[in-house]
């Protein structure tokens, strides 16, 4: 039997049953060789050869298609069909290659298939190819970049900015243009001005609003009415005048639809509508494309094939009337950079199979539900709508106001789709009453007028980039309103909006944007709070010192250039021998410059880049670096062992001032040696409101000789500063408050941790046993850790008794099915959340991971990470020179590894 290698178990079993028992179809489970964690594993001096070596994890994949050759001299190689997929190819024939598994009597072909559906597999077997080394040396090439940017960038990192954990090629620019938009917010001035409104009557009864747009014969600017003096002399001259239609125009428009998906429309699509993360949205429609539902969904591609345009035009006819379909086929140009990466657009295998009709998860419905409805739309007749624009105008001229509105005539793709945007507020809808030329318009009465006069609450809506301050009714009967507006900062990225702005810039290809967004979220560098990207301060740290030392490397330019040169590479253009070379050249210099920097410039240099954040102007004109402790030292940024970062004074140790790097938090000068007294306890101890390098925190008592550790409890995350006072004091730092004897002995006590409220049973230790055992039980509600009783604490040990001691009396949030090596894998919940279970290997999902939303070829990936690795036998010991040098080996390794990752 033929030998057909895919990369997941879940594709395997899908084409294994279109193929038949004349085929063995195994999975490789993704990539099976890596570059070694280690210094050399690409060499410049050597033209930058490459070593390679089969992941541990992956030994057995490749045993097993080694094994399943010796029956077969026929290997097809059937992986995804992009540039990883043609990299993991010719990694498994070099790997099989290389234990002789394949021979030169071996009969190997490359074959893909853009859907995974009966059709598309059997038409892909009959049309091989061999590996597409053009495409692989573009993988090589990128590979190399990333490791040599990691591994050479990283270590200098953490000598020259402690605290920071590493930096990337692509990653570290997503990480500035998230970082330089949040300047840009701080930065920015609020600009007031007001708008007028009028909500008019015609003389049939019917309400319409209108905004003022001449005033005095002359057009109004957006700042023409710069403050309420002005827009009460605005809102008085409306008020004042009677007023007549003077035109009526009606244009007729049509809308077209959106082209259909690729990769990063979708990801955009999906972040607008559901808020899923852009590796939840290429998660769920992975398990789309091998299930057969959709095709391939990494994609730089919008065209559609002949055959699924017209099965497409077949399923509106049959839905939605000859009337929703366009006279002929849609066709959309290709805008793909890289010719041989462009594949179709994504679209449903089965234009016929409604959302309403798959049987998947939720996650993967709702994405089906979109991507079918975009290919549907793509295809159907334009929206007919009716733009119509109504001034009316006093007598005299002096006053114009204007009404606008749109009418669907024929609603065409709306009927199935329309697509999303992004910070985008728009008015231009709205619907219009019958109103004919050269009629009155007054004032509108009170009943007709009451949807106008949310306004005056600020509920009404305003115009692009503004927000509602102190709106107020300026005319004395209400039909008239000028109202205050601010122009606005640009707003945050969002998942969406940052690809987006990727792609604008040409960072990144399909299958990266995924994994960029995770990454400097995974690192800390990024938060997300509320779907927006928010840098934290460790993130603005690295983008200021890689702006400041490598500017050249997180510039959007240069990081564009080179994927010009890696799509280069793809069509043959270029060698990726010289990319390499001219990328290698400066950058290698440009880190030798680097080893003579003292941490002391580093953090001065930032310092300067960062003040308008570090050190944010005083209202009083004062230097904003003045230690506001002792009055001499000057605030400087510092950094701890630890490897967090903060602000102190240059007096230390003399003076101890420290505070958070985004500045005082509110609520008082908590910051000094005495913070904010909020009153004194039952033995007169005074209670404190302060701050230091971890954030806000009570304290009881004060630092003495005699008291060298006074209690100290921090204050919860996200919590109002204002509103701690002595009595929410005490109660933090009465924890941890004992609760009680436990019946089977030791103490039962409630507290606040680093992953909120719990309470723990410290069990003393069994006979032979050496320590005590201590079962820690969430509680779900904060308050309640102040007055949860024994009954109720009792109750959720012993929940957690059961599931922690007795494996097999917890329940699986998921059953996965077996593991190759035998033995069921689940997904558990556990004390630091859900994770998988395999034997005695316990691995924690990433977080924003959906234990419903798990797939056995992640859950092997987690596990293959987490299992040990076994252990080589010792080395005899030799003389101690020799220990030495072992021990810095293992330092060095243990430094590349960590280096390895970032690329």
């Not at 178990?9 to 179809?25: C, F, S």
């Not at 728009?426 to 004919?436: A, E, M, S, T």
């Not at 701690?724 to 004992?738: E, G, K, V, Y």
């Not at 008794?801 to 099915?817: V, W």
Request: with cysteine.
């Amino acid at each position: 039997m033929a030998v057909v290698v895919v990369e997941s178990p879940a594709k395997a079993k899908t084409i294994n049953a279109y193929l038949g028992k004349d085929y063995t179809v195994l999975a490789s489970y993704g990539h099976v060789r890596d570059l070694p964690p280690k210094d050399g594993s690409v060499d410049p001096d050597q033209d930058f050869a490459m070593e390679w070596e089969i992941d541990p994890k992956s030994q057995k994949h490749v045993r097993a298609i080694a094994e399943a050759l010796k029956d077969d001299d026929r290997l097809i190689l059937a992986t995804d069909p992009d540039r990883e997929g043609e990299a993991i190819s010719w990694h498994l024939l070099e790997a099989l290659t290389k234990r002789r598994a394949v021979k030169k009597s071996t009969e190997v072909a490359r074959v893909v298939f853009n859907a995974i559906t009966k059709n598309a597999v059997t038409q892909a077997m009959q049309n091989p190819r061999q590996i597409d080394m053009e495409l692989v040396e573009a993988y090589l090439a990128r590979r190399a970049l990333d490791y040599l940017v990691g591994f050479n960038l990283s270590p200098v990192l953490w000598r020259k900015l402690p605290g920071a954990k590493s930096a990337g090629r692509v990653q570290s620019v997503a990480l500035r243009l998230i970082v330089e938009r949040e300047m840009e917010i701080e930065a920015f001035n609020p600009r007031e001005f007001w708008s007028v409104r009028a909500m008019l009557e015609t003389p049939r009864g019917q309400a319409f609003e209108a905004r003022l747009t001449t005033l005095g014969g002359r057009k109004l600017d957006r700042f023409d009415l710069a403050n309420v003096e002005a827009a009460e002399l605005a809102v008085a001259a409306v008020a004042s005048r009677s007023l007549k239609v003077a035109s009526v125009e009606a244009k007729p428009q049509s809308r077209n639809p959106s082209a259909p998906f690729m990769t990063s429309t979708l990801q955009q699509e999906a972040s607008r509508k559901f808020g899923m993360g852009a590796r939840a949205t290429m998660s769920a429609a992975q398990r789309l494309y091998e299930a057969g539902h959709i095709t391939y969904m990494r994609t730089d591609g919008i065209d559609m094939a002949p055959e699924a345009v017209m099965s497409a035009r077949d399923a509106i006819k049959t839905r939605y009337g000859e009337q929703y379909l366009p006279n002929s086929p849609r066709m959309y140009k290709n805008k793909a950079k890289n010719a041989q990466e462009a594949h179709e657009c994504i679209r449903p295998t089965d234009m016929m199979k409604s959302p309403d009709r798959l049987n998947v998860e939720p996650e993967q419905r709702k994405l089906y539900d979109l991507i079918w409805k975009r290919t549907i739309a793509s295809q159907m007749a334009a929206a007919r709508l009716e733009r119509t624009t109504v001034d009316v105008a006093s007598d005299d001229g002096q006053v114009v106001l204007r009404a606008t509105g749109q009418v669907v005539m024929f609603d065409g793709f709306l009927k199935v789709y329309e697509e999303g945007r992004d910070d985008v507020e728009d008015d231009d809808d709205k619907r219009l009453p019958q109103i004919h030329q050269g009629e009155d318009a007054k004032l509108a009465a009170a009943a007709l007028r009451a949807d106008f006069d949310k306004l005056a609450d600020g509920k009404g809506a305003g115009g692009d980039r503004i927000v509602r301050h102190d709106a107020a009714l300026l005319g004395g009967d209400g039909a008239i309103l000028g109202q205050q507006h601010f122009t606005q900062p640009p707003p945050r990225y969002t998942e969406a909006t940052l690809v987006k702005r990727m792609e604008e810039l040409g960072i990144g290809r399909p299958s990266t944007y995924a994994s960029i967004v995770s990454v400097i979220q995974e690192r800390d560098y990024v938060r997300k709070e509320k779907n927006r990207l928010i840098p934290e301060d460790k993130g603005r740290l690295v983008t200021a010192f890689l702006e400041n030392y490598f500017r050249k490397y997180v510039g959007y330019d240069f990081t564009a250039q080179l994927e010009e040169d890696l799509d280069r590479i793809t069509n043959g253009e270029i060698d990726w021998h010289k990319v390499l070379r001219g990328f290698w050249t400066d950058f290698s210099a440009a880190i030798d410059e680097t080893r003579e920097l003292r941490i002391t410039d580093v953090l001065e240099k930032i310092n300067e880049v960062l003040a308008p954040h570090l050190f944010p102007p005083e209202p009083d004109g004062s230097d904003p670096r003045l230690c506001k402790n002792c009055g001499k030292g000057k605030l400087s940024l510092k950094t701890a062992r630890s490897g967090g970062a903060f602000i102190g004074c240059s007096n230390y140790p003399e003076c101890r001032y420290t505070r958070p790097l985004a500045g005082e938090v509110e609520g008082g000068d908590l910051a000094g040696p005495d913070g904010k007294l909020l009153g004194h306890d039952d033995a007169g101890e005074p209670v404190t409101l302060r701050t230091g390098r971890f954030g806000p925190y009570v304290q009881l008592g004060e630092l003495t000789e005699d008291n060298p550790k006074p209690k100290r409890a921090s204050i919860p995350k996200g919590a109002d500063l204002s509103a701690i006072d002595l009595p929410r004091a005490l109660q933090l730092l009465s924890l941890p408050r004992r609760v009680g004897e436990h019946p089977d002995g030791g103490v039962v006590e409630a507290a606040i941790g680093r992953f909120g409220p719990y309470v723990v049973h410290e069990k003393p230790p069994a006979e032979g046993e050496k320590k005590p055992t201590k079962i820690y039980a969430n509680i779900k509600d904060p308050e309640e850790v102040y007055t949860i009783g024994m009954n109720r604490a009792m109750e959720l040990i012993a929940q957690k008794a059961a599931s922690r001691g007795g494996r097999s009396a917890a329940k699986p949030l998921k059953e996965l099915g077996e593991h190759p090596d035998g033995g069921p894998v689940n997904v558990m919940d556990g004390r630091y959340g859900p994770y998988v279970k395999w034997e005695k290997v316990n691995a924690t999902l990433p977080k924003g991971t959906e234990p419903q939303d798990l797939t056995m070829e992640q859950a092997l990936e987690l596990i293959a990470a987490k299992k040990p690795a076994k252990k080589k036998p010792a080395a005899k010991k030799t003389a101690a020179k020799k220990a030495s040098g072992t021990k810095t080996a293992a330092k060095k390794t243990a430094t590349a590894k960590s280096a390895a990752k970032t690329s």
